[in-house]
């Protein structure tokens, strides 16, 4: 995207692919996203940040890192754009579930599958604005060997020490069909604590 932009920043996907080629020696952002669109005549860009801690948790970038994020973007922005950059706001999730396994397979050694399988589709961290599907759950657990259907996933806020404070409530978020939540705009969901954050049961 860079490269076609003739180095200048001229779509949302530009900005973007330009935070993330920024020197390491300016700091570190793991998700970025622009809110407004750069080709509307409102030249006012909004754009959310988020990094990680030395853990790999998600934080809000410091204020040097986003200062340093819009002088980057100032060497390569169009002229007319100004830029805004803001924290993106971190909702921790977690989610129980329910499955039906064959009987001939073990319990314990089928949900531990489970969660392997579940914590490996689920490493890599969501991006700005990105819903949150229920049906991939159901998906994933469904292809563990030994299962033979997942009867429920049911999401949660966590808060609490440790975690975010959520602005919103799990039936806020949940679309009309129940099949996703979804994130406003400025949004980053997190799965944080893997191992208590999400729970199997089986029937």
């Known amino acids: 995207a860079a490269k076609a932009a003739q180095q200048r920043s001229v779509t949302r996907t530009d900005y973007e692919a330009y935070i993330y080629m920024m020197p390491p ?3 570190s952002i793991k998700r970025a996203a622009v809110v407004n669109d750069p080709s509307s005549s409102n030249r006012r860009l909004s754009i959310y940040v988020i990094s990680e801690d030395e853990n790999g948790y998600l934080v809000s970038s410091n204020s040097t890192i986003k200062a340093n994020t819009k ?3 100032n060497k390569n922005k169009m002229l007319n754009d100004n830029i805004d950059i803001y924290d993106a706001k971190i909702v921790n999730i977690g989610f129980d579930y ?7 397979k ?3 050694e089928v949900l531990n599958s489970i969660n392997q399988r579940l914590l490996s589709e689920l490493s890599n961290k969501m ?3 990105e819903p949150f599907y229920l049906t991939n759950i159901y998906n994933i657990i469904n292809k563990v060997d030994g299962v033979v259907d997942t009867t429920r996933v049911t999401p949660s806020l966590k808060t609490g020490t440790g975690y975010s404070s959520a602005p ?4 806020e978020m949940k679309s ?3 099949t996703y939540l979804k994130a406003p705009r400025n949004v980053i969901f ?3 604590y893997f191992n208590s954050d999400v729970r199997g049961t089986a029937i």
Not at 98 to 104: A, D, L, M, R
Not at 168 to 171: A, G, K, L, R
């Open 25 to 27: 020696g300016f700091g």
């Open 71 to 73: 002088s980057w973007l």
């Open 98 to 104: 329910e499955v039906i396994i064959h009987p001939t």
């Open 106 to 108: 073990d319990k314990i």
């Open 127 to 129: 991006y700005i604005g």
């Open 168 to 171: 919103v409530t799990i039936e």
């Open 176 to 178: 009309a069909d129940g």
């Open 190 to 192: 997190e799965i944080k």
